[in-house]
């Protein structure tokens, strides 16, 4: 092969700058087994929904829209600061990067805790699991993404400690860019479950 034919295969392999795919082929793997995950639950949702459209808009009204309001802020707050961190470090501002980062935990925090406010304020009105089709969907597919969220907070621990450690630099910040993703990721499918149950049904 000539030399010129191994600089065009050098060229067609190499991303160009600014369309890199962030974080790793691991974690988009993850993220794509997440994605089908929900998309089997949600057509459950839409299933059960067809079924039974009467328990699924009485359903609704017994939610409290405020809880769901609450937890949406949370997450697309903690998106925006770990958004934030990762374009600080890219600007090469890694303390910047570690506040918006710690920032983005203690928003992220928030969530679990909404959540079992929460389900506390539902069993006090007498809402479980055994309620209904919708609350047992409900209750399913908001478990689900919890347990999610809760997978992506334990991540960011770990991804503050090596930030702190001085793992990451403007140069090289894999594993922050593939946080990033994941909770961006983790974000959106709530994006999904919050209109489902809080606004449409």
């Not at 000539?2 to 295969?9: E, F, G, K, R, V």
């Not at 958004?83 to 918006?100: F, M, P």
């Not at 969530?111 to 089709?133: C, F, R, T, V």
């Not at 974000?187 to 149950?197: A, N, Q, T, Y």
Request: proline share 3%; glycine share 8%; aromatic share 14%.
């Amino acid at each position: 092969m000539s030399t010129a034919a191994l600089a065009l295969d050098n060229i067609a392999e190499t991303p160009p700058p600014g369309r890199r795919i962030p974080g790793n082929k691991g974690i988009w793997v993850g993220i794509c087994c997440e994605f089908v995950e929900f998309l089997v639950l949600f057509i459950v949702y839409f299933v059960a929904r067809a079924h039974f459209p009467d328990a699924f808009a009485q359903g609704a009204e017994r939610l409290s829209r405020l809880a769901g309001t609450v937890i949406t802020l949370l997450m697309v707050s903690s998106s925006f600061c770990i958004a934030c961190s990762v374009a600080t470090l890219r600007a090469g501002q890694r303390r910047r990067s570690l506040y918006w980062l710690g920032g983005g935990l203690v928003v992220a925090l928030g969530y679990p805790l909404a959540k079992l406010l929460e389900i506390d304020w539902n069993l006090a009105h007498g809402i479980n699991g055994e309620s209904g089709i919708f609350f047992t969907v409900y209750y399913y597919l908001t478990f689900n993404h919890l347990v999610h969220a809760t997978w992506g907070i334990l991540g960011i621990f770990w991804v503050l400690a090596r930030h702190l450690a001085g793992a990451y630099s403007a140069e090289d910040h894999a594993g922050l860019e593939a946080l990033a993703s994941y909770w961006h990721a983790t974000d959106l499918i709530w994006l999904v479950i919050f209109p489902f149950f809080y606004v449409l049904a």
